[in-house]
């Protein structure tokens, strides 16, 4: 029955996997819809960190099975390391159930981003390179290969020299590059990654139905964001899935109907990694304060990322766009030392100002954003684990951002580990 969505309401990385493996507490299963392994999802717990990409947030806990939805491409040897790390640290991973119908990510694809990206050149997307495009673009062109075919050597043999008499071309023919046998990749792929993967390959679809017809509570955990997002992010600066609550229920294979709970996460301030329009960017010393103070490096890639201060405009269409019911604000101590913060409340574009995001692109480019000052609290705020303990200052922050938006704060984070947090009402 009750069903609960974690999305990204800015460009990632605003610590979704943090909360999931929060509320992962109370639940039953935790459900990772769509995306691959350009997703970092960091965890501390007992001051250990946790950096994971494939396998869902809640997979610390005994009590909860970890599912990878339909939606998702799965490098399947990235998955097996992934395994691989948590047990040698004493998580059992033998719970870990993978859709059958979740496509593969395969070394060509891997090939073809990284040369798609050079072929852009200056234009480039800045991608992490892990195949995430070109393994969607399989699945749409209907020549991807899925979880499932591992299961029969000579569907996933056939499948492969399909999908490679189409992939060689572009290789040889567009990129000069040498073509992919498709045979010794299935021979490496079936030797290495069949046997670990096959007991946990199942029809996830049924597996999430079983568990919300017993009443228990599922968590589906988004990775990047909802300005990521194919359809409803900053085209073409986007990833190649839907990481929109409707994604999630695409990505899992459920309706609507069950979703009663959809929590946005949002940073206090706004990052992003890779190209793409930014309205509240800085480039100041402001925003390498925040880099520097919120550790803003890539979880994944290294990259840094880029500093913005917060942005209602975009959090209202986030709003909107999620149905969400809930925020979760993250790295509030990060502003900790910060005199003066600032909260974009409209745009301007060309003498207008607008309180919604431009329809059309190319505005959202020119955007320049008009800000509302608030004082900053200027108090170390990690310690702080009760609604009563946050400075005043604080309150009118996460205030102004209910007002800005229309949605209630429900959850507070004040520093990385699982305890740092507030419930606010
Ligand atoms: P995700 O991709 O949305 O799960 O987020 P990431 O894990 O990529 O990035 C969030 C980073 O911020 C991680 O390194 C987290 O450990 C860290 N983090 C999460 N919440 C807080 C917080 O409230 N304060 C601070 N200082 N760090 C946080
Ligand atoms: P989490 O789940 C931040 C960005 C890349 C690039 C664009 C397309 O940790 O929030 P892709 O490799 O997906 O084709 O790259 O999307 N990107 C992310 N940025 N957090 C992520 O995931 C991201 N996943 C992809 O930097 O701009
Ligand atoms: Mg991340």
Redesign the pocket.
Known sequence: MPTTIVV?TQW???????F?DLLAKEMSMVVRYQGGHN??????VDGE?F?LQLVP?GVLYDHIVPVIGNGVVVDPFVLLAEMDMLSRRGIDTGRLRLSGNAHLILNYHQQLDALHERHLGKSKLGTTKRGIGPAYADKSLRIGVRVQDLLDEMIFREKLRAALSHTNKVLTKVYNRLPVDPDMLADKVLSECLEPLKPHIVDTTDLIHDALEADQHVLLEG?Q?TFLDLDHGTYPFVTSSNPTAGGACTGAGIGPRHVDRVLG?A?SYVTRVGAGPFPTELTDSDGDKIVD???EY???TGRRRRPGWFDTVMLRHAVRVNSLTELAI?????LDSFERLRLCVAYDIEGERTEKLPYHQSELHRAVPIYEDLPGWQTDL?EVTEQGQLPEEAHGYLRAIEAQVGVPVKLV????GRS??VHYS
């Open positions: 990204g990632g990385d605003e610590g979704k996997g943090k999931t997703a970092g999802h960091t965890l501390v960190v950096a947030s990775a964001a996460v940073k103070i919120g550790r890539g979880t994944n993250t790295k509030l101590d990060v990690t984070s004040t520093g990385p740092q947090y």
